[in-house]
């Protein structure tokens, strides 16, 4: 089974300060790859994701992520953020599993923005 | 874009009564799945279901947790005897394909077990 694991629980950056929020997953197989936002008070949106092809993906807002398959890693960045980046990102992997394929999400990274 | 709804946003209830969560998936999609998020931890899975029938659960999915689409349009999350740690937010997904497609969630119903 597959398992996803943000290595930062809280960020806080001001304005105009570059992002990058790490994200690896273990699981051997083919895995698809997810980051999801939660801005307060909301639901789950998707980011962006990578199926295959091009490692560096790019998804709304600004954001992009780099699949790095040698070390099972898939990090979000952004170069400059905004106040309105305020949320709660969580990576997901998405694998076979013996009942079919399930998407598993990791811890989550609460970002601050401060204006 | 097209929205996953699901009823109610909020549902309190007494610990040891039953509960149901109703979701409306994506008309055309295939896969449902139920996740939940405790107060401040990971979104965990739960069960996902196609054709029908579970094919994955999780170990938080025991016998007090059932699904159902019970008209084909409609997918439901019943917790028979709620407890005080199933508080949570409930959040249904779907999707077109198993491995392929990106989730849509729904917003989410915030159960408080009293």
């Known amino acids: 089974a597959q398992s996803v694991s943000q290595h930062n629980h809280h960020v806080i950056l001001s304005e105009a300060a570059s992002l990058e929020l790490g994200c690896n997953y273990s699981y051997g197989g083919t895995v698809n790859l997810f980051w999801y936002v939660q801005y307060p008070g909301q639901h789950l949106q998707l980011l962006l994701k990578y199926f295959s092809g091009d490692p560096l993906v790019k998804g709304i807002k600004g954001f992009e992520a780099e699949f790095i398959k040698s070390k099972f890693s898939f990090n979000l960045r952004k170069p400059s953020v905004q106040w309105s980046d305020t949320a709660e990102y969580f990576c997901?992997?998405?694998?076979?599993?013996?009942?079919?394929?399930?998407?598993?999400f990791g811890a989550g990274t609460r970002l601050f923005v401060k204006a | 874009e097209p929205e996953v709804t699901q009823t109610p946003s909020h549902q309190v209830t007494q610990m040891g009564q039953e509960v149901i969560l109703r979701c409306v998936p994506i008309?055309?999609?295939?896969?449902f799945y139920w996740y939940r998020q405790i107060l401040g931890q990971k979104v965990e899975f739960l069960v996902s279901?196609?054709?029908?029938?579970?094919?994955?659960k999780s170990e938080i999915f025991d016998d007090q947790f059932s699904v159902e689409r019970p008209d084909g349009s409609n997918f439901t999350l019943k917790i028979r005897s709620t407890k005080l740690e199933d508080s949570a937010m409930y959040f249904c997904?779907?999707?077109?394909?198993?491995?392929?497609?990106?989730?849509?969630f729904g917003s989410g119903t915030q159960l408080s077990v009293l």
């Open positions: 997901a992997v998405n694998a076979k599993n013996t009942g079919g394929f399930k998407t598993i």
């Open positions: 008309s055309n999609h295939l896969y």
């Open positions: 279901f196609y054709n029908n029938e579970i094919s994955e």
């Open positions: 997904a779907s999707s077109r394909t198993s491995n392929s497609e990106k989730l849509f």
